[in-house]
């Protein structure tokens, strides 16, 4: 047997076998191809695909929540505000909460409102809210399984400046219709 012929019958054989029937030791044909890269002269950045170069991924695209405005009726947000701090979870016990009834603002909008459309309008109300150097914080109080409310705290804005939630959705935030909306303004 030539060594043409036996070069040929490996072949064969390497070929009838499945990915892991094969050896450790025989070269797959990735292996070839990065042995192949390695002799060339230009840089193996230029060669790999954009997504793989320096171990970087790309991400999937986020899913963006998007809500039709024009043939979607708005939910009623009840928006709590407070200068210098929340209101306790306590505050809002009773219907209507009692306890905070001066401090209500009811807003008409949609799921997809972002947490910088809402200081908005707040801002259009509240004058502390106006202030240069005001920061809000928002948080969500809604009945827990005991029928005890709770409060959590989803986003932080300034006033003026551009900020990490801004563009924070009702939606990202899990908001669901009935939760109320306690804003605190803090005012240097």
Request: with cysteine.
């Amino acid at each position: 047997m030539s060594h043409r012929e036996r070069e040929q019958r490996v072949e064969r054989n390497r070929n009838e076998r499945t990915d892991t029937e094969r050896p450790r030791n025989e070269r797959t044909e990735r292996e070839n191809e990065s042995r192949l890269d390695r002799n060339r002269t230009e840089p193996r950045d230029r060669i790999l695909p954009k997504e793989r170069r320096n171990g970087n991924r790309e991400q999937p695209p986020k899913e963006v929540f998007k809500v039709d405005r024009e043939k979607t009726c708005p939910l009623l947000l009840r928006v709590f505000t407070k200068m210098g701090g929340h209101h306790s979870p306590e505050d809002f016990r009773g219907t209507p909460p009692l306890a905070v009834e001066g401090d209500e603002l009811q807003i008409y909008t949609w799921k997809d409102a972002t947490l910088r459309e809402i200081t908005n309008l707040i801002k259009e109300v509240r004058r502390a809210a106006r202030a240069r150097e005001a920061r809000l914080t928002f948080s969500f109080v809604y009945p827990d399984s005991n029928g005890r409310y709770v409060m959590r705290e989803v986003g932080s804005l300034h006033s003026t400046r551009p900020g990490k939630d801004d563009n924070k959705t009702l939606h990202e935030l899990r908001f669901q219709t009935g939760d109320f909306l306690d804003v605190a303004i803090y005012v240097k």
